[in-house]
């Protein structure tokens, strides 16, 4: 495994350090007028500077586009109108664009901690077909945020009522006895919420995704009003709530089909959806990537409305190190790819496949060449002989829909098995998926997950904090029944992480701290299995609860050498009181465990 990542960092150095370009030019945004801390809107001013160095830049050139430390502000007035399919958002369209890299090869965007604030609802920036793009130094924010932060003031639990005051930065009215979060050109009544502590800003325990009272309020005084039907007597007084809605029409950073892209000292302070979000792209490096508040004294609460980072049918290497992921409403990262489901057989080397998920489409699926295999969507069995597409196809009824189905001609025939008359089929694209390093990084106070990954390529998790996630930690996953996201881990190592009291709330994939669980309706059906080469190694887990591992369907479970401290942080409430939890798991060996300094033995 160490051979297999030395290579892997090896790769991604040569991949980012080589460029086509002889020369390098860099171009100060203060000489074109765009100047920091105006207060002015400067989106179609910058949209008509960076066409300009774009048209005069050939592809032997490079260029460094360089921002001054400050402030940079953007509104919707004069933006890009772009229609982008984004995996895993909201399918609305046409997207607002900030700031577009679009079909430009050997860039840098380059800031001093530069503040890059949003207004409205834009996508901030976009980086379309382009490669080896570099940016650095730049953090993203909007001045108005669509989750409303609100602090509990007084809770009356027997009459049910809750008295709550508005973050001073929260716009809001009340119509018809209901609480409306309102920005520029927009208002939302949210309808859910995430309480967090005050002073620590962990998650209140065993809370979850909890219902907001916002119908049936009345103002008493400016920013303080009573919920008068709101009852949770979790809610102490001084409780901070995350007010949202489940809306994500864009991220922050919207990576499509791009090749060789790296994010240096990069800040995500909020996004309506996701903090970054690639598809379809070759190679991306992260270092010091962040999804995360302003520092200690930042009186947010809260980041992204979604993941911090996910990549959908991404491949080559996917590197994040030295990351802060904080107060999002998901996970610190996802990476998968995307099942078709066949609907179809039309010849025995002929389908037409299907996306699923209605917020994921749109986008191409796959190239002449890629190899793929199929899966069983009920038992997760895979049909042993792998395919090569020979020819692919967007079904469509008019040219501007956007692509749900693909018309799909294989190279060799199908078995005659493979078959959606006889049994669910999803259709995996295997040379779409990456090789992965995440180290690190810290993932603390969030809603949901820390980490998941889906890609049978060499997987290293390694020198993380995970602390105070408020779902499992780590889940390795694989569902061809609802979201639709490839697929098995195949080649693991999660080795030297700190885990700090996760699993506080229960969510989806809840079953342990590292939770091994891709949905499979029919596990007793299942013939072989879905996941192997797991490793967890040296570990440590500090915990108030007894689920430490869970694993469902594995051929090759390592879980030696880690440490589990418990502590009483909280009061133990999982329904499962075993540290360690196998079903259908074969190949194990766990041994050289300690728990508060004893050998610990489960099996």
């Known amino acids: 495994m160490k051979n297999i990542i030395s290579l892997v960092l090896l790769t991604i150095s040569i991949n980012f350090s080589l460029t086509a370009q002889n020369s390098t030019k860099t171009y100060k945004l203060t000489d074109y007028g765009i100047k920091p801390n105006t207060g002015q809107n400067i989106t179609p001013l910058l949209t008509s500077v960076l066409e300009k160095i774009k048209s005069k830049t050939s592809a032997m050139e490079g260029v460094v586009i360089q921002f001054e430390k400050g402030r940079y502000d953007f509104y919707p007035e004069g933006a890009l109108k772009r229609t982008y399919y984004i995996s895993n958002h909201d399918q609305d369209n046409p997207k607002t664009v900030g700031i577009e890299i679009e079909h430009f090869n050997n860039v840098t965007l380059k800031g001093k901690g530069t503040d890059l604030m949003f207004h409205g609802r834009m996508l901030p920036l976009a980086l379309i077909e382009s490669s080896n793009v570099k940016i650095q130094g730049l953090n993203i924010d909007f001045e108005k945020p669509q989750i409303a932060q609100v602090k509990i003031i007084s809770n009356d639990t027997i009459g049910g009522s809750i008295v709550f005051e508005a973050a001073p930065w929260v716009k809001y009215k009340i119509k018809d006895s209901t609480f409306y979060n309102t920005g520029e050109g927009w208002e939302m009544q949210p309808t859910s919420g995430i309480a967090f502590e005050n002073a620590t800003k962990h998650i209140i325990f065993n809370s979850g995704d909890i219902r907001v009272g916002t119908k049936g309020v009345s103002e008493l005084s400016a920013g303080k009003i009573i919920a008068h039907h709101w009852k949770n007597k979790k809610l102490i007084p001084g409780t901070v709530i995350a007010m949202r809605s489940w809306h994500r029409p864009a991220p922050g950073i919207f990576v499509h089909k791009g090749k060789n892209i790296r994010f240096e000292n990069v800040k995500v302070h909020y996004a309506e959806g996701m903090g970054l979000l690639a598809q379809l792209t070759e190679n991306i490096y992260m270092d010091g990537f962040g999804v995360c508040l302003r520092g200690k004294n930042d009186p947010r609460y809260f980041t992204t409305q979604a993941d911090a980072t996910h990549f ?227 570990n440590q887990f500090e915990t108030f609860d007894k689920p430490i591992l869970y694993a469902k369907s594995v051929d090759g479970l390592i879980f030696k050498g880690n440490q589990i401290k418990t502590n009483k942080e909280y009061p133990a409430f999982h329904n499962s009181t075993k540290r360690i939890l196998l079903e259908r798991v074969t190949g194990t060996d766990i041994s050289n465990n300690q728990i508060d300094g004893k050998a610990f033995q489960p099996m």
């Open 312 to 538: 959908s049918g991404c491949k080559g290497e996917i590197v994040s190190k030295n990351g802060l992921y904080e107060g999002m409403m998901d996970d610190a990262i996802n990476i998968h790819g995307t099942y078709l489901k066949m609907i179809k057989k039309l010849d025995d080397r002929t389908v037409i496949g299907k996306y699923m998920h209605e917020q994921s489409y749109g986008f191409d699926w796959g190239n002449i060449q890629d190899t793929v295999q199929f899966i069983k969507s009920k038992t997760m069995d895979l049909w042993d002989a792998k395919n090569t597409i020979v020819s692919i196809t967007p079904i469509k009824s008019n040219s501007n829909d956007p692509i749900k189905e693909f018309r799909i001609e294989f190279a060799k025939a199908l078995n005659p098995e493979v078959d959606p008359s006889k049994t669910d089929i999803g259709i995996e694209n295997l040379s779409w998926t990456p090789s992965v390093i995440f180290t690190g990084n810290t993932i603390r106070n969030n809603r949901a997950r820390g980490a998941l990954f889906s890609t049978p390529k060499p997987t290293l998790v390694a020198n993380n904090l995970f602390d105070h996630t408020s779902g499992c930690a780590i889940l390795l996953c694989g569902d061809s029944n609802g979201w639709y996201e490839t697929g098995s881990c195949r080649d693991i190592t999660i080795r030297n992480n700190k885990f700090i009291n996760a699993l506080t709330s229960m969510y989806q994939f809840t079953s342990a701290v590292i939770s091994i669980y891709p949905e499979i309706p029919d596990l007793a059906g299942q013939k072989n299995y879905f996941h192997s080469g797991i490793r967890i190694l040296d």
